[in-house]
């Protein structure tokens, strides 16, 4: 019996020792654990702050270091921040000279995106700024049937908008009246993507049409009564 203790007691530790490996986790340089190694992660430039049209998807590089040497076979984890868009993979393994990438989809908002890699107890944070995209759509911003005293003059504006409704600037907008005199014929959207124009009515009552067409869209029209 005695013997038999001897024999099964070295093997039942060396069990015990082969399975007592922690939680798992990817690896880097020297076999250890990204979630607790001091890597160093940094990105270039030309990632940290791009701007490109909503929806692009772009290519985005890390690095990442170890004692200020390249790190290879590190996994990456890849977080996007709420609404700044879709990821190719949630993880990626840098190669040999310690790059790790990933595709990037921005969301379909005009704002800024944010995306953050980790890698231990190591971060960096990019952003890319998405653009509204083509002007689709052009509709009233301000009230589509004004009255005022006659002589009186009102403020008309439109805004334009791409397909996912984001306000496009920089579209010229021509006004053309039924009457009455417009303070200008063309204006342009601005940040907001409005246009704008001053209409001012005769002395004598009437109704006016006030209509607004930017190339390529439907035209909007406004309905102007001086009483």
Not at 15 to 38: F, I, R, V, Y
Not at 205 to 215: D, E, G, M, R
Request: hydrophobic content about 40%; glycine content about 12%.
């Amino acid at each position: 019996m005695h013997r038999f203790l001897k024999i099964a007691l070295p093997f039942f530790a060396a069990a015990a020792c082969s399975s007592d490996g922690g939680s798992p986790g990817g690896t880097g340089p020297g076999g250890q654990n990204n979630n607790t190694t001091a890597y160093a992660v940094s990105a270039d430039s030309v990632f940290l702050d791009r701007t490109a049209p909503i929806g692009t998807s772009l290519e985005t590089s890390v690095r990442v270091a170890l004692g200020g040497q390249p790190a290879a076979n590190v996994a990456v984890s890849w977080f996007t921040a709420a609404g700044s868009g879709s990821l190719s993979a949630k993880t990626s393994t840098t190669d040999a000279d310690g790059v790790a990438s990933v595709t990037w989809k921005l969301s379909d908002t005009a704002h800024v995106n944010t995306l953050t890699a980790t890698a231990g107890t190591g971060s960096v944070n990019v952003k890319a700024t998405g653009t509204p995209g083509p002007a689709t759509a052009i509709s009233a911003a301000s009230a589509d049937s004004t009255t005022v005293v006659a002589g009186a003059s009102t403020l008309i504006s439109v805004r334009v908008v791409d397909s996912f409704g984001n306000r496009v600037s920089g579209i010229p907008v021509a006004w053309a009246s039924s009457g009455g005199s417009l303070s200008v014929t063309s204006s342009t959207t601005g940040p907001a993507g409005n246009a704008d124009v001053v209409f001012l009515t005769a002395t004598t009552p009437s109704t006016y049409s006030v209509t607004a067409t930017a190339p390529g869209l439907s035209s909007v029209s406004f309905k102007v009564i001086g009483f």
